[in-house]
């Protein structure tokens, strides 16, 4: 882009120089004004092309922003998800937690009225033992009767068996106890691990959503750089716009100005050439070039207007040197006119070709242009406080092309 905008400089100082200096007629100068014209065109291709590309650059961030907004937006919303489930994760825990504590309490409980119940088993055990209420020969020495021994051993037998039912029952309690504590602590542990699992994603993802907002941020700096590039290759491209058009302006005047020059007293080609075969093919093919679609009328004024030149003493004396002379026909210098040769001009060509060399021409002009060309010229000089194109020369239209002479 420095390169390019070096150019431009250089080419707008040698503008500077140019308009300074009138068109001069000779042919070195429309050669060299030419030159100049197509290197101002090509600096405006050249900064065409560099602004399409960072223009492509610029969309290609367009749309890499685009896609990073997304990400955000998608892993905002993930974050959002993460945090309510990490939420909903911490009220299970409080729950679980919760239940562990009344299966404390509940177990504390338990075991204070197994404790208990022990104590008052080993208690009575004690105090049967202290009162020999549990040997059965005293006990049958002491009743009264045997059905007061039997009532004696079957009270003994109720009072150990409640005991031992009760025992039994505290402990199986104790146990289930347990077992649901084990059972909810075992939740609780996996509850909690995720928990820091899901803390953990969503630390993972605030991580992410931090690099991809950086490089959402540097994508649109980025952005605003090419932004401000385009900006200066649009200046740029005004000004080398500006002087393609005047350095045109000033090719287009110092090529009439050569061609007034060239321009002198003359009749008309009227025949008596005598020319090869190559030369009547490359007149031909000039004509197919120029004026393929202009009618036998346009196609024979073309052909009579290089005779005119071959027979006046301001040009070549050949058909080949007026066709090649430098910078006269754009097909020539385009290779047109070396495409056309290299398939064969079509017959109608090489008939209007034959029929101006044979001396049936049907202009005595030296010169031709399109029409629209020629009125533009010329209300573009009228315009500038000139003598008009139309009005310094004399001339035929004949279907889209101006042949003319100078006054």
């Known amino acids: 882009m420095k390169k390019l905008k070096g150019s431009l400089a250089l080419l707008l100082v040698v503008s500077l120089c140019l308009c300074s200096t009138s068109a001069r007629a000779s042919q070195s100068e429309v050669d060299r004004l030419k030159q100049e014209s197509e290197n101002a065109s090509q600096a405006v291709d050249d900064i065409n092309n560099a602004k399409q ?4 650059a610029k969309g290609q961030l367009e749309d890499q922003a685009t896609s990073l907004s997304g990400q955000i937006s998608d892993l905002n919303t993930q974050i959002t998800t993460v945090s309510s ?14 239940d562990i504590e009344s299966l404390n309490e509940k177990l504390e409980t338990t075991q204070a009225s ?29 009743s009264g009767s045997i059905s007061e021994f039997l009532q004696r051993l079957e009270y003994m037998a ?28 075992t939740k609780n542990d996996e509850l909690t691990a995720y928990q820091d699992t899901l803390q953990s994603k969503r630390s993972e993802l605030g991580t992410l959503v931090s690099s991809t907002t950086s490089a959402l941020n540097t994508t649109n700096s980025q952005i ?8 200066e290759l649009e200046k740029q491209l005004e000004e080398a716009k500006a002087y393609e058009q005047k350095i045109q302006q000033q090719y287009q005047a110092a090529q009439v100005a050569l061609a007034e020059k060239l321009a002198g007293e003359h009749g008309g080609y009227t025949g008596g ?14 004509i197919q070039a120029e004026a393929a679609n202009q009618g036998d009328a346009g196609r024979l004024a073309v052909g009579s ?15 080949s040197g007026v066709v090649y002379a430098s910078g006269q026909f754009a097909p020539v210098t385009s290779g047109r006119v070396a495409m056309i040769l290299a398939e064969g001009p079509n017959s109608a060509c090489q008939y209007a070709a034959a029929q101006a060399i044979a001396g049936n021409t049907n202009t005595d002009a030296l010169f031709f242009c399109t029409y629209s060309y020629a009125q533009s ?18 001339g035929t239209v004949i279907n889209a092309h101006y042949f003319y002479n100078y006054n």
């Not at 489930?85 to 679980?96: G, K, P, Q, R, Y």
């Not at 050439?273 to 000039?286: F, G, K, M, S, V």
């Open 377 to 394: 010229l010329h209300e573009s000089q009228v315009a500038a406080g000139q003598a008009g194109f139309l009005d310094r020369t004399s």
């Open 305 to 319: 207007v290089v005779m005119n030149r071959v027979a006046s003493s301001k040009f070549p004396n050949t058909v």
């Open 53 to 56: 590309q960072v223009e492509d």
């Open 114 to 142: 197994l404790d208990t119940q022990k104590e008052a088993m080993k208690a009575r055990i004690q105090y049967m033992y202290e009162n020999k209420s549990t040997n059965t020969l005293v006990n049958f020495l002491e």
């Open 273 to 286: 050439y005598t020319t090869t075969d190559e030369e009547t093919l490359i007149l031909a093919a000039l």
């Open 158 to 185: 109720q009072i150990t068996a409640y005991d031992q039912d009760a025992i039994e029952k505290y402990e199986e309690t104790q146990q289930e106890l347990e077992d649901t504590k084990s059972a909810i602590e």
């Open 224 to 231: 605003e750089v090419t932004e401000a590039a385009i900006a």
């Open 85 to 98: 489930e990490i939420s909903e994760t911490e009220d299970s825990i409080a729950l679980v937690e919760a």
